[in-house]
């Protein structure tokens, strides 16, 4: 008796946690980056003291998270209720501890994927784009003098991580189209690509390489195409499901008919042993 006193009071549990998310979190993109707004419109702005601002909304062990990383430092809650449809209302508690943060999304361009991000109680109401609408946006970086002494700003590196700087290069390089590319911007192209030898990538970082294998193709200069396709290679699991996800959704400005976009399925049975 005791025993299916236990057990009924754990299968109770379980359905009442699982009650309190009533929202649809899987309909909301998991990589969101804030943008600001400046002279060229809502930009990637990178600022030189704190970084940029983005979040994670992720599904783990049967819990929902919600991750604030790209400045100073990492937050994470865990999400105990989510309600709503048109806004969505999410109620976590700080990882590690009983305190309370409520957040709050809504659309503000479903087609551009734009979202607002609010946080109640904190100087925090933005718009923030998916990660795989960032291409859209101009990336900017505040100048290191603009916060620290000249001698301080000797040799580091625009982004942290050598993601970043391939998908600040990248955005702006379709951004304005262009044929050709700065020096600078290929040395550090090239640069961030062999740091990325070796190591393991998530998908939405191999979609940012099959993009670059696409699209980054400065005159004279192959060197970018093939060391991003490399990395696919190396990756090939998680490279087949990134490539699935891209052709399951082209942007507006590609076409199934019209190269690079057109040769994704290549570069897919290539990947699958199929070629």
Wanted: with cysteine; charged share 30%; glycine share 6%.
């Amino acid at each position: 008796m005791i025993k299916k006193l236990f057990f009924l009071a754990l299968l109770l549990n379980a359905l009442n946690t699982t009650a309190q998310i009533t929202a649809d979190l899987n309909s909301i993109p998991a990589d969101w980056t804030k943008l600001t707004e400046m002279e060229d419109g809502l930009v990637v702005y990178n600022t030189c003291d704190g970084g940029n601002l983005r979040l994670k909304l992720y599904k783990e062990k049967n819990k929902w998270y919600l991750l604030s990383y790209g400045q100073q430092e990492d937050y994470l809650f865990e999400v105990k209720k989510a309600s709503g449809t048109k806004t969505i209302v999410l109620d976590g508690v700080w990882d590690g501890s009983d305190e309370k943060q409520q957040f709050s999304f809504s659309w503000t361009d479903r087609s551009k994927g734009l979202g607002r991000w609010e946080a109640k109680g904190w100087d925090w109401d933005h718009t923030f784009v998916s990660l795989w609408d960032e291409v859209n946006h101009l990336h900017i970086v505040q100048p290191c003098k603009e916060c620290w002494e000249e001698e301080e700003c000797g040799g580091l590196d625009d982004y942290y991580e050598p993601i970043d700087g391939i998908r600040a290069i990248f955005a702006n390089y379709v951004h304005y189209g262009e044929s050709t590319d700065s020096d600078e911007n290929k040395a550090i192209m090239t640069k961030a690509l062999d740091k990325l030898k070796g190591k393991k990538l998530l998908q939405t970082d191999l979609q940012l390489l099959a993009g670059v294998w696409m699209y980054y193709d400065p005159t004279d200069f192959d060197a970018a195409n093939k060391k991003a396709k490399a990395l696919l290679i190396a990756n090939k699991s998680e490279s087949i499901r990134a490539i699935k996800y891209m052709i399951g959704h082209k942007r507006d400005w590609e076409s199934v008919d019209t190269a690079p976009y057109s040769e994704l399925p290549l570069l897919l049975q290539e990947l699958e042993g199929k070629k």
